[in-house]
């Protein structure tokens, strides 16, 4: 059990410029969940899939941002356009179907847009 | 929607207990979680109450009335290593989790 990882660690992007970020949960995990986290605040809910279902999205969640889980293993999320304000640790998670009240977290990416 | 509110920051010594409290609004209500964050990683589970009453994991117990929308956590003979951020988090409508701003605790020698 490798626990979920995270890719890239930190990216550093011009305003304006699309970033993709990678994460692999824990192999037998089927639920894998997307937050945001801002300084001082909690982990902000993005988005969440059941193996390759996207089955909610946050309304917080402008249409800049897209997730995908293809084959219900690995997610990416990609921030198109970005902006001052997407400046953030963005975080992953991974649970078990029945036991969604245990999210396992990778380290996240903090994003820095310029 | 929903709301959490939790203390902002809490100061203990070691050895000692500290009680981290939470109260919530939410819809759609299932539990409520406990996570831990050191500074610069990830948020670690801690403790889940899906039920009124108090739940013990070593020197963390965890405690919930839903009658009341409270909880709290409970971290007894402190050591310097807890010092942390301390979220506790709403789980609602089944697969959706609300996390509050965090407690930060410092533990002082």
């Known amino acids: 059990d490798t626990g979920v990882s995270q890719d890239p660690r930190h990216k550093i992007t011009k305003r304006g410029q699309n970033v993709t970020f990678r994460c692999d949960p824990i192999?037998?995990?089927?639920?894998l969940y997307w937050y945001r986290q801002t300084l001082g605040q909690g982990p902000e809910f993005l988005t969440y899939?059941?193996?390759?279902?996207?089955?909610?999205k946050s309304r917080l969640l402008s249409d800049r941002f897209s997730a995908e889980r293809p084959k219900g293993s690995f997610s990416t999320l990609e921030i198109q356009r970005t902006e001052q304000g997407d400046s953030a640790m963005y975080l992953c998670?991974?649970?078990?179907?029945?036991?969604?009240?245990?999210?396992?977290f990778g380290p996240g990416t903090r994003l820095l847009v310029l | 929607g929903q709301s959490l509110e939790q203390p902002s920051e809490v100061t203990a010594v070691e050895g000692a207990i500290v009680q981290i409290n939470c109260t919530y609004q939410?819809?759609?209500?299932?539990?409520l979680s406990w996570y831990q964050q050191h500074d610069g990683g990830a948020p670690t589970f801690l403790s889940y109450?899906?039920?009124?009453g108090l739940e013990e994991t070593g020197r963390f117990s965890s405690f919930l009335s839903r009658s009341d929308s409270y909880g709290y956590l409970l971290l007894q003979e402190l050591q310097m290593k807890d010092s942390a951020s301390y979220f506790c988090?709403?789980?609602?409508?089944?697969?959706?989790?609300?996390f509050g701003s965090g407690t930060k605790l410092n533990v002082k020698p």
């Open positions: 998670a991974s649970s078990l179907a029945g036991g969604e009240e245990t999210q396992y």
């Open positions: 192999s037998e995990h089927n639920r």
């Open positions: 899939f059941q193996n390759e279902a996207q089955l909610e």
């Open positions: 939410t819809s759609g209500f299932y539990g």
């Open positions: 109450n899906a039920l009124d």
């Open positions: 988090a709403v789980r609602y409508n089944f697969n959706k989790f609300y």
